[in-house]
């Protein structure tokens, strides 16, 4: 696995593993939800934060995170690349070297909230 940097030229793979990422895991968000949040997260959320990426052998972008501060915004894996270490790799980075030690995470996406908890981190607040 490549740890790599981020840049504007890789935002339109990165929509797609987002794309990929949220329909395999986010049940309770809708087909218009996701077209909704797209032009956002190309135009808004990947230019607001921090972004590194894990890429295959082939230059491939499997995963990725995204980081403000000392929190992380966005932690998305390719579906078929999950349960590789993956996004193990991106947050004990982020953790690391980019001081994060804070995440929001929705509830309804039980399988992230079971790796955070794995990973260390601990409920302090809800918000609806």
């Known amino acids: 696995m490549n740890l790599e940097s981020v840049f504007p030229e890789d935002y339109a793979e990165m929509l797609s593993v ?8 986010h049940s309770f968000i809708t087909e218009e939800d996701i077209e ?6 190309m135009e808004q959320a990947f230019p607001a934060v921090t972004l590194k990426c894990v890429k295959s052998n082939n230059g491939l972008i499997l995963g990725f ?5 000392d929190k992380v915004e966005m932690l998305f894996i390719l579906n078929n690349e999950r349960g590789k270490g993956i996004g193990k790799v991106l947050l004990s980075f982020a953790i690391k070297n980019l001081a994060v030690t804070r995440v929001d995470v929705n509830e309804q996406n039980p399988l992230a909230v079971d790796f955070y908890k794995h990973m ?9």
Do not use: L, M, Y
Not at 120 to 128: L, M, Q, V, W
């Open 36 to 41: 909704f949040f797209k032009p956002i997260i």
């Open 120 to 128: 260390g981190f601990s409920t302090t607040s809800r918000s609806p």
């Open 65 to 69: 995170i995204g980081t403000h501060e």
């Open 18 to 25: 987002w794309e990929d990422s949220v329909r395999a895991t």
